[in-house]
């Protein structure tokens, strides 16, 4: 089981509205965009997107 991950992510899961998968949704930094992404990586649907709060 490998945790090394080469993109910064919080440390943020919670179940996904859309597919009700649990864990499925991520908070990510867009580091090229300078926003933050909520994303769940099981039905791909974009959550939320904006600039990350400080
Ligand atoms: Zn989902």
């Known amino acids: 089981m490998s945790k090394l991950l080469a993109q910064p992510k919080l440390d943020t899961t919670f179940p996904c509205p859309f597919c009700n998968h649990r864990d499925s949704v991520d908070c990510f930094i867009d580091l090229e965009h300078n ?6 990586f099981v039905c ?9 709060a400080h």
């Open 35 to 40: 926003c933050a992404r909520v994303v769940c």
């Open 44 to 52: 791909q649907e974009l959550l939320h997107q904006g600039p990350p």
